[in-house]
DNA sequence: TATAATTGCGCAATGA
DNA sequence: CTCATTGCGCAATTAT
């Protein structure tokens, strides 16, 4: 359980990784050396051109593109836990139906009950006043004893 | 779902995180100057304390911590992530139970159902070998036995 | 006080 | 290529 009262790295993010760290350990990667371009070709549609290089951390290509990923990592965070809420949401919500449904069924059940009791004493009235030869059926005793 | 095959982590301390996370970086707020309150008088257990220092990432003590938070961080995850499926098979759970209860509810609607129609043919019997007039249930045959 | 558990966040690899 | 997901580590906070 938390509140969360987080109000700390707010705006912060750009001051994050501007560039080197105050631990001076902002290991440049290499630069590329020779880079794609060697020869001022630029493969248009293959391989081999912007992999294989650190990339550059300063880069505004790259600052862009993380940005933009750390948003859609935001906002797909956001979704999942939305998602999660309402399966919790779901189940609570099967669960009162539940209970709707079994005490429907426990309804149910009384009232066949008190109609086949009906059912027993009247086919009893009737094998004591009416001689053989009746008219319905007597032993229509649909029992069910299942589930 | 990715495989991925990080290279870091799982064994214990690489060279990965020696100094300056290749990949992690993270901003540190590194200060240690003047201490904080303006007297650096305050309550006994109260602030000026231990976080001063900027902690050094090489220290034994910090990587030993970092490791043991990785461990509990995976933990959590893993449990949060269990949660989460338990509580979906959960939902298939309830919905199967539903269904079932919604099937028990049909049959014994049903059944309810014959039963009272039997009885309506029961009493239309009724009716036609007795004497007309005699309408359902009210018509106790109301009758004069004393004259 | 220390330690473990959570949580928000950014990074990078991978999936679509 | 861009956006969405996902595993992972860091650090701050909270719970034990």
Redesign the interface.
């Known amino acids: 359980m938390s509140k969360v009262a987080q109000q700390n790295s707010t705006p ?1 993010i750009s ?3 501007t560039q080197a ?3 001076g ?3 440049v ?1 290499q630069l590329v050396p020779a880079g794609p371009g060697g020869g001022g070709k630029a493969v248009p549609p293959s391989k081999q051109s912007k992999k294989s290089s650190p990339m550059d ?1 300063n880069s505004d290509e790259y600052r862009q593109r993380r940005e933009r990923n750390n948003m859609a990592v935001k906002k797909s965070r956001l979704k999942s836990k939305q998602k ?1 809420q309402d ?2 949401q ?2 609570n919500q ?2 009162e ?2 209970e709707r ?2 005490a ?2 426990k309804l ?2 009384k ?2 009950s008190v ?2 009791d ?2 027993l004493e ?1 086919a009893h009235n009737l094998a004591d006043n009416v001689q053989p030869g009746g ?2 059926s007597p032993a ?1 005793t ?1 029992d ?1 004893t299942g ?1």
Chains 1, 2 share one sequence.
């Open positions: 912060a001051v994050i990784h760290h105050a631990s350990l902002q290991q990667p951390r999660a399966t919790l779901r189940v099967l669960k139906e539940n449904l079994e429907k069924i149910l059940t009232e066949l109609l086949k009906l059912f009247h008219t319905d229509t649909p069910n589930q």
